[in-house]
């Protein structure tokens, strides 16, 4: 472990809440805090993983600021692996901000930069990169599953199948090892074959990894869901019923959705970015023209579409045209104000869309909301989710390593099936295992690791 300076920060979020937690961490932690602390129990005697009430007092003079509860937690076992003293004070901004300005008034404590204490934990050894990035997405994630996949990732599960990947690279480049020293004949050609099958299993479990990335990818970012439809069926007051609150203008003239409104919502534990397009239609307004082109775009990227019609009126020409252009797309059509006499035809609507669902809502009702959300869980996970024993890949830094680390294996195979000298197909398994190292930050550089703490957030 390396000498550090000692840093504090508040651990909790901003803002109201029942209590706020300042974390300290490094070797002056305790001492530091001592000397703010008034209390029954001495705590620079205290044995770790004990919990003490007291009180902070002002040193200068004497004045009760705060009464707290102290956490002792001596490194190794910390978070940190360094000494870490946690202290909680009552909630609100005002309270623990007074009790960390007088920590770091002594002199000896400093702020704590983003991401530092987690980049200690890493450097200390507590934990590995695979799992600080973990950490990132902890408290980014935005909706509970993809907070439970974080969680996953952050007991190391992808960190375990990544090792074990290594581990049968470094027995293979001890077999090529030992040929290399005794180049036998018969011996080359086993060794061979020994190559192409391990390197095909590495390939494989690979593929595997990066086979669960694009539903990480969806987890983190959240499905792009366009809403979709003529002017005045209901789109903005759909986004508002999901969103509940009413960031979108909601309004009855035709064509004022000017630009393409984004939110992010969560329906039955999956996250959706839902895009409120402008109405799509031909037009002359320029303003409006351009909102149309980014509807456009929206619509192509869309992993999901939610096409509104209005129920209560025929079918009008754009909804054709619109019908024809979501030919083969994941569509989900939306017959929107059902609480007014139905105009639209159903069956129709249904021959057109024969592998999409139809949904009727009212949306000024509230109704048919339930219905939508259990027809978006249907079609991306199949019914219920099974969180059981998948490891997601969701992070744009591991998904190019694990492509780097299959180009690697690949070029081995080839290079043996071309009979290229052994010591060089060495080198290809030898680079594969590297970039598997970099996934959990073994061969790693300086720059790369504060590249990817600078991320954090204060406290963390
Ligand atoms: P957009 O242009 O597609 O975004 O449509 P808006 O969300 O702005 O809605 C247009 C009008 O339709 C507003 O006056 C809404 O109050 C009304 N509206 C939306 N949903 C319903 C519904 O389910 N039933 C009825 N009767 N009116 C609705
Ligand atoms: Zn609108």
Redesign the pocket.
């Known amino acids: 472990m390396m000498t550090q300076e000692t840093i504090a920060a508040i651990a909790t979020a901003v803002g109201e809440g029942g209590i706020a937690v300042i974390r300290v961490s490094g070797p002056d932690a305790v001492a530091e805090s001592a000397k703010l602390f008034k209390s029954a129990s001495n705590i620079v005697e205290a044995p770790s993983h004990t919990v003490h009430y007291g009180h902070i007092v002002d040193p200068a003079n004497g004045e009760k600021i705060e009464e707290i509860l102290l956490t002792i937690m001596r490194g190794p076992r910390s978070f940190t692996a360094e000494d870490v003293v946690e202290l909680s004070t009552h909630g609100g901004v005002v309270a623990v901000k007074r009790v960390l300005e007088l920590l770091l008034r002594q002199g000896t404590v400093r702020i704590a930069e983003p991401g530092e204490f987690t980049k200690r934990a890493f450097l200390n050894g507590r934990i590995d990169l695979a799992q600080a990035e973990a950490v990132i997405d902890l408290i980014r994630s935005k909706s509970d599953r993809a907070f439970s996949v974080a969680m996953k990732q952050a007991e190391g599960t992808l960190s375990r199948r990544v090792k074990a990947l290594r581990h049968n690279l470094v027995e293979l480049l001890a077999h090529i090892e030992v040929n290399i020293d005794y180049p036998e004949h018969d011996v080359a050609e086993m060794t061979n074959n020994y190559i192409r099958e391990r390197s095909q299993e590495a390939c494989d479990e690979i593929d595997r990894l990066l086979k669960t990335a694009s539903e990480g990818k969806i987890l983190r970012e959240g499905i792009m869901t366009a809403i979709v ?12 019923a999901l969103v509940q609150e009413n960031k ?5 003239i ?4 000017r630009d393409v409104i984004e939110e992010y919502v969560t329906l039955g534990g999956i996250p959706l970015r839902l895009l ?1 397009t402008a ?1 799509i239609r031909e037009t002359t307004d320029v303003v409006e023209r351009i909102g149309v082109e980014r509807s456009r775009t929206a619509l192509e990227e869309a992993d999901l579409i939610l096409f ?1 019609v209005n129920a ?1 009126e025929s079918l009008h020409e754009d909804d054709y045209k619109l019908m024809e252009e979501l030919q083969g797309r994941p569509v989900i059509v939306l017959l ?5 006499p139905v105009a639209v035809d159903e069956g129709e609507m249904a021959s057109r869309f024969a592998s999409g669902s139809i949904v009727r ?5 509230e109704q048919g909301l339930d219905q939508l959300e259990k027809v978006i869980r249907g079609m991306f996970f199949g019914g219920e989710i099974d969180s059981g024993d998948l490891t997601y890949v969701s992070n744009v830094r591991h998904i190019a390593l694990l492509h780097q680390a299959k180009q690697s294996l690949v070029d081995a195979m080839e290079a043996t099936d071309a009979g290229i000298p052994i010591d060089l197909v060495q080198i290809d398994v030898r680079t594969a295992w590297e970039q598997l190292g970099e996934m959990i930050g073994d061969s790693v550089s300086e720059s790369l690791i504060d590249q990817i703490f600078s991320q954090f957030c204060l406290g963390k």
């Open positions: 439809g003529r002017p005045n069926v209901g789109k903005s007051s759909l986004l508002n979108a203008i909601v309004t009855d035709p064509g004022t959705t409120d109405g509104v209560s929107n104000k059902t609480d007014l809502l009212s949306v000024l009702r």
